[in-house]
């Protein structure tokens, strides 16, 4: 455990950053979990949506140095290639 006063103060701010940090991650995760089920049903409308959803979350994530921007936009261009994909298909 820590003796001096300043890393007493570091060791709680730890624990605070950890907190914040855990909570955006798995908010992150739990909205990647949520667009990958309903691309998997396979319904555009709403993979759609979630995508949007997703992609802000993304992008608040980097802003809040969750992940790194390059990291998140390959997410978002993985995501949005698989939500293209389940696009119904035009009559020709």
Known sequence: MAN????LKR??????????NRS???KL???LRLLRE????????AATTQYRETASILDKSVQKGVLHKNTASRYKSRLN???KAVAP???A
């Open 4 to 7: 001096h006063v300043s890393s």
């Open 11 to 20: 060791a709680r701010q730890t624990v605070a950053k950890t907190a914040v």
């Open 24 to 26: 955006n991650k798995s």
């Open 29 to 31: 995760r739990g909205t």
């Open 38 to 45: 309903s691309i998997a049903k396979g319904d555009h409308t």
């Open 81 to 83: 290639a698989r939500v």
């Open 89 to 91: 298909k035009k009559a």
